[in-house]
């Protein structure tokens, strides 16, 4: 855990201090984003997370932050570290080798206050790929209990349902950048593992949603989506997959 | 025309440009470059109709790449209906005056107007 300098100073060695660099940026009264910089000490596990948390308890409180499970697993508190969209609760920063660690707002979402970004985006483009089952038997009546799937039928799509829905993807995508209608990494990934889902009858109905002038067709395949996914998904390859249907090399 | 449809004739025309262009460039390599770039020559090519209809074919097929291309980047660069609308028919515009310019010269060539 992170600690003041001024009450473990005498037994922190420098290497253990960082320089913590927090973009500060109020929309409502600020024209552009500031820098504070706090210096804190750490330990080899410590996250950013608990690092920005030390500096809300202890030297400003306003700091405004979004987190919850500090696990990895509610996917609140991504934001770019060192330049790279990351979970902050999921980095340590021991793993940055760096002295001085800059965390700002996550890129193309706008800023409520500070760290704290608006989601709406993401969750209205993730609603919009009907992420749930589409199956006319959803509701069962008869003695079948549950829809049977084997391994093989699992394999196709399970990566990507460990989406938790973070927003890193969006971050670090170039078209989300210039293109504010475009559907985005996450919602395409989503559309992917419900579409390749035996389960699932709902091919149709997505694949109509996603083939729009800002839909699927806008994606580069920079890739930058897969690469900051602390989950493991790949939602540029899914982006591929789904190509592949539309194009009718996959049924 | 949904946006699928567009993207496929997006590839087919870059695949189809890619060959025919190849085929373009080993016509050339049967003379020397600037030779082929002479007066003449170039004439003469228009004249044997087979080779003009390709260069015809090349000429449409990058007329509707490029210029869907271009509508790609444009709608990325700024949204809004009203945008997206004048972008796409500028371009289809732009693209059928490309195809008629270009095709005037053939035109122009077998009426014995050059």
């Given amino acids: 855990m992170g600690q003041i300098p001024s009450m473990a100073e005498e037994n922190m060695t420098p290497s253990q201090s960082i320089t913590l660099r927090i973009a500060k940026y109020n929309p409502e009264h600020d024209s552009a984003k500031k820098f504070m910089d706090f210096t804190i000490t750490y330990e080899r596990w410590t996250t950013v997370l608990e690092a920005i948390l030390e500096v809300k308890k202890h030297f400003d409180h306003s700091i405004a932050v979004r987190y919850s499970c500090r696990q990895a697993t509610c996917g609140s508190c991504g934001m770019i570290i060192n330049g790279k969209p990351r979970l902050a609760c999921f980095t340590k920063i021991s793993e940055l080798n760096s002295n001085v660690i800059t965390v700002e707002p996550m890129n193309n979402f706008p800023i409520i206050r500070d760290l704290a970004v608006k989601f709406e985006r993401l969750f209205d483009t993730h609603h919009k790929v009907k992420p749930y089952l589409i199956h006319d038997d959803t509701e069962i009546t008869s003695d079948t209990k549950e829809f049977l799937q084997s391994p093989e039928e699992l394999e196709q799509y399970i990566q990507f349902s460990n989406c938790i829905k973070c927003g890193l993807c969006n971050s670090a995508c170039p078209t989300m950048a210039t293109d504010s209608s475009f559907v985005g990494p996450q919602a395409l990934a989503q559309a992917y593992r419900y579409v390749a889902d035996s389960r699932d009858k709902g091919k149709d109905q997505r694949l109509k949603i996603i083939d729009d002038s800002h839909g699927i067709w806008r994606c580069h395949f920079a890739g930058s989506c897969s690469q900051v996914c602390p989950k493991g998904v790949d939602p540029a390859m899914g982006i591929q997959l789904l190509r592949g249907y539309m194009l009718g090399f996959r049924s | ?114």
């Fill in chain 2, 1 to 114: 025309m949904r946006e699928s449809i567009i993207m496929k004739i997006h590839y087919g025309t870059a695949l189809a440009a890619v060959s025919l262009v190849a085929v373009h460039i080993l016509m050339r390599l049967t003379q020397g470059f600037s030779e082929s770039l002479q007066y003449g020559s170039v004439i003469a090519n228009y004249k044997f109709l087979p080779y003009a209809g390709m260069l015809e074919i090349i000429l449409i097929l990058l007329s509707i790449h490029g210029f869907n291309g271009l509508r790609v980047i444009l709608l990325e660069l700024k949204q809004g209906k009203t945008y997206e609308k004048t972008v796409s028919y500028c371009c289809i515009a732009a693209m059928i005056a490309l195809i008629a310019y270009g095709s005037r010269t053939i035109i122009m060539v077998n009426t014995g107007m050059i």
